[in-house]
């Protein structure tokens, strides 16, 4: 595990030394051969139990509450919800967290889509936002709304009721 040598630094001296230690006892005490993946597996398996941000999930699920659809953007709030509730260690399809992923979309979106398709799955809510986010984009252009959602209509343009999901 020539990589080893490589890990420099005070604070994982000590951690380096007791991976070279118990690397050497399983080729030599152990039999383990030197080139088995499995050493190289659990060295990175070790490696991440050491050093990975333990905060990381705990500030995915902060986020995760705080966030909010903004702008329209429906593909980039889907992908960032996803992100940061596999990293918080959550299921899509739990309860609790369909909840927050109806709770960060703008209201009526929401509504939009409990109307229209009456989604139960992660799966479902994620293809009934972005279809009704479609059709609220394609609404406004018929209206010739060219404004980003959340910025106002275009000039001479007055809203009708229930066509801004923002």
């Known amino acids: 595990m020539l ?9 994982v001296q000590s951690w380096v030394m007791k991976q070279v230690l118990w690397l050497r006892n399983e080729i ?3 039999g383990v051969q030197p080139t088995n993946e ?12 050491a050093f990975l941000d333990t905060m990381n999930e705990a500030r995915a ?6 966030l909010k659809m903004t702008g329209g953007d429906v593909d980039g ?14 299921t899509l399809d739990e309860p609790t967290v369909l909840d927050k992923f109806i709770k960060g979309l703008p209201t009526k979106l929401a509504e939009g889509c409990l109307n229209q398709d009456n989604p ?3 799966q ?10 479609g059709v609220y984009l394609r609404w406004r252009q018929i ?23 923002n």
């Open 124 to 133: 479902e809510w994620a293809d009934s936002a972005r279809k009704c986010q």
């Open 77 to 90: 709030f889907i992908a960032k919800f996803e992100c940061l509730a596999r990293d918080a260690n959550y």
């Open 61 to 66: 699920r902060s986020e995760l509450s705080k």
């Open 3 to 11: 990589f080893l040598t490589y890990i420099q630094g005070d604070d």
């Open 28 to 30: 030599n005490a152990g």
């Open 38 to 49: 499995w050493l190289w597996r659990e060295t990175l398996r070790m490696f991440g139990h």
């Open 120 to 122: 139960e799955t992660w």
């Open 143 to 165: 209206l010739g709304q060219t404004t980003q959602p959340g910025q106002g209509h275009s000039q001479g343009q007055k809203s009708q009721k229930g066509d801004n999901f």
